[in-house]
């Protein structure tokens, strides 16, 4: 059984609300607070804040665009976690609020499983098993997927994830929240074999990219101290080059698993995964090794609530709802199975 799903997502710095019908998302309307900006990363106080205030708004709109009354709902599905505490239990306590008036279930989705199931948003979809490489701020994962509930973590970051240390490396370089997205833009203008930074050699399928952070640190300060506007004038061959050298980190487990777990059924997801070369570089090691390559759309991979509604359309088919006594849970494990 199959129905109409209001899904929140408030686990960082975007207010999402998304309605899906029976597997197909209807409406998604996301709002990124802005906020942060000027902080160097999000200030979660100011990040509950401004969820308390979006909330309404954002999910009056995914209903009004789904063409979708209060009334017809089923269930209504919340981000549990991972995420900031106070981010986390403004959408859920409005979830909890709305499933109570309404008399429907509750749906509690950890926010990693959904990031991999934005991949069914859109078509074409993935076949079972395959290899997802989640990419985020809070994460670095490789991932078995095994069915859209059935997943095995067989790799991740043994320190920070990859989006921390695009978002680090930038915030070094004197560059605004969030880093990512920068770093992407400067680089197209660089020279990505420049600059070399160390390549950690972590064993089996994890990452490590707390190295990369200080040695980048070191070099920057090292440069600067003989020219002082060192940054300003390779900014592009910097953001070329650190870029390069994160993505060759992950493409290094990421073609390892392929090879070894024989899976050729690729994807990518997270909002590393709207980085411009990261797509280019795995669409062409793809084709050399004839890998089907799955990439969501650019705006399934950064944080929304579509891909929360579609984590809460599985479960709803699975049966598996919360009770109204529920808490998000901040520091929520992906293993991979759905405990
Ligand atoms: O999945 P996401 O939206 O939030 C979390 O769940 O963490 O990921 C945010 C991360 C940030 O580190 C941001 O810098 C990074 O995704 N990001 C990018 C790009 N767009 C977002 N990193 C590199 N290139 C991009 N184009
Ligand atoms: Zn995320």
Redesign the pocket.
């Known amino acids: 059984m199959s129905g109409i799903i209001l899904a929140i997502e408030s686990?960082?710095d975007?207010t999402s609300a998304s309605v899906v019908s029976h597997g197909n998302v209807l409406s998604n309307i996301v709002s990124t607070q802005e906020v942060h900006q000027k902080y160097g990363g999000v200030v979660p106080e100011l990040a509950s804040r401004a969820h308390q205030k979006n909330i309404l708004p954002v999910v009056s709109e995914a209903l009004k665009e789904a063409k979708i009354e209060k009334s017809d709902l089923d269930a209504v599905a919340f981000t549990k976690g991972p995420?900031l505490l106070g981010a986390l239990l403004v959408g859920a306590s409005f979830a909890k609020g709305m499933a109570m008036s309404l008399d429907i279930p509750l749906i509690g989705v950890n926010?990693?499983q959904a990031?991999i199931l934005a991949h069914f948003i859109d078509d074409p979809k993935p076949q079972f098993p395959f290899l997802c490489l989640t990419?985020?701020?809070?994460?670095t994962q490789l991932v078995v997927v095994k069915s859209p509930l059935e997943m095995e973590v067989v790799g991740e970051t043994i320190d920070d994830?990859?989006?921390?240390a695009?978002?680090k490396t930038?915030k070094i370089m004197g560059l605004d929240?969030?880093?990512?997205?920068l770093?992407?833009?400067y680089a197209k203008d660089g020279d990505p074999l420049k600059f070399e930074f160390p390549n950690v050699n972590i064993p089996d399928y994890n990452f490590s990219f707390s190295g990369i952070k200080t040695a980048f640190l070191n070099f920057m300060r090292k440069e600067s101290q003989k020219n002082e506007n060192f940054i300003e004038e390779n900014k592009a061959d910097i953001c070329a080059s650190i870029?390069h050298t994160l993505i060759k980190i992950l493409m290094k487990k990421l073609i390892k698993a392929s090879k070894e777990l024989n899976i050729k059924e690729i994807g990518i997801a997270?909002?590393?995964s709207?980085?411009?070369?990261?797509r280019n570089t795995i669409l062409e090691e793809g084709k050399k090794r004839g890998w089907n390559v799955f990439i969501p759309e650019f705006e399934h991979?950064?944080?929304n609530a579509a891909m929360i509604a579609m984590a809460a359309h599985y479960q709803f088919e699975g049966n598996d709802f919360e009770a109204l006594s529920t808490s998000p849970n901040p520091r929520m494990k992906f293993t991979g199975t759905n405990e």
Do not use: R, W
């Open positions: 686990s960082c975007e995420g926010h990693m990031h990419v985020s701020g809070g994460h994830a990859v989006g921390e695009f978002d930038a929240y969030p880093g990512g997205p770093i992407d833009k870029q997270g909002g590393v709207a980085n411009s070369s990261l991979c950064t944080d």
